[in-house]
């Protein structure tokens, strides 16, 4: 049997505005996972509050707008429906910008509120940062506002929602100059995230 046929190699963007940068201690005050047209978002209720004004400032989040949003176990089963596996084999990529230093610890902690973790959802991560490191080595800035405006890109809000619609985009760009950069094929990569995953950590 074809091995390609056993299992899926799924392709989640996912994006987190949160109440602080330590990931071990601030909050998730909104969300976004996007696979294709399938997109789960949402503000979250947080007891960090009130906001910092370079949260509000930043994000143009306010207190008022999350003061009555659902606290994140209301978010438990869409996104789980969309992490779990639908085969045991399933491979799930998910992509954040700075995902290996931020956004994945906050996802873990999510997940174990949940009663899971990545390994049981067979969870690997792809940072776009890392992709930008090997496919574009002359960049001095890899920010993901500075490489929306490398490839004309409209650049993210810094609402999860917007910043995943400019990641997905901006991903995929990247995947071009990597497989430049590396001689190989493009069509090896577009739609390929294991091979992705292999030629960034393997």
Do not use: W
């Amino acid at each position: 049997m074809n091995n390609e046929k056993q299992y899926q190699r799924r392709i989640i963007f996912y994006d987190f505005e949160t109440t602080g940068l330590n990931p071990f201690e601030e909050n998730v005050i909104d969300f976004c996972f996007r696979e294709n047209d399938t997109i789960i978002q949402g503000l979250v209720n947080t007891d960090k509050l009130p906001l910092s004004k370079e949260v509000a400032d930043i994000t143009g989040i306010t207190n008022d707008m999350i003061k009555d949003a659902p606290d994140i176990m209301t978010y438990k089963e869409p996104i789980l429906d969309l992490l779990t596996p639908k085969n045991p084999n399933d491979k799930t990529y998910l992509v954040a910008h700075n995902n290996n230093r931020f956004d994945r610890f906050f996802l873990q902690r999510m997940l174990r509120s949940f009663g899971t973790n990545t390994k049981e959802l067979n969870i690997y991560f792809i940072d776009t940062m890392d992709i930008a490191k090997c496919g574009m080595p002359f960049m001095r800035s890899i920010s993901l506002k500075t490489l929306c405006k490398y490839f004309s890109i409209p650049e993210g809000t810094h609402r999860a929602l917007s910043d995943v619609n400019a990641l997905e985009s901006v991903y995929y760009q990247l995947i071009i100059k990597l497989a430049n950069q590396i001689k190989i094929k493009t069509t090896q990569l577009l739609g390929n995230p294991e091979l992705v995953y292999s030629i960034l950590y393997v």
